[in-house]
């Protein structure tokens, strides 16, 4: 059973940082998808950024420069640094895995039907 946990989320304030990180559990595909998603109340949930099997990453255009996403396969876990934060960036942030995804332009998030499992969300809250 793939069970994506995730954790560091909170309150930090405009211009601050927070890392974001996803342990998966019973995730062993070959090739993967990995992704990190957003959501407001009454939004559209939205691709912040992902990265494929080949290595190659992607952002979406509003945090571009100041997000990265990493995994560290050792301990099967996903990452998402976020910098410069911004109030309109109060949101709750999830984890997504699928089987499969290729990466072919910098700007642009697989879609949510790419992940068959996501994690519980953490909220991100931003103060000015």
């Known amino acids: 059973q793939v069970q994506l946990v995730e954790s560091g989320g909170g309150s930090v304030q405009a211009g601050g940082s927070l890392t974001l990180s996803c342990a998966t559990t019973g995730f062993t595909y070959a090739t993967y998808c990995l992704g990190w998603f957003r959501q407001a109340p009454g939004k559209e949930r939205e691709g912040v950024a992902a990265?494929?099997?080949?290595?190659?990453?992607t952002y979406a255009d509003a945090v571009k420069g100041r997000f990265t996403i990493s995994q560290d396969n050792v301990k099967n876990t996903i990452y998402l640094r976020m910098n410069r934060l911004k109030p309109e960036e109060t949101e709750m942030y999830y984890c997504?895995?699928?089987?499969?995804?290729?990466?072919?332009?910098?700007?642009?998030?697989?879609?949510?039907?790419?992940?068959?499992?996501w994690s519980q969300g953490t909220q991100v809250t931003v103060s000015s």
């Open positions: 997504a895995a699928g089987d499969w995804c290729h990466i072919m332009r910098p700007d642009m998030v697989p879609p949510t039907y790419k992940y068959k499992h």
């Open positions: 990265l494929d099997s080949e290595g190659k990453t």
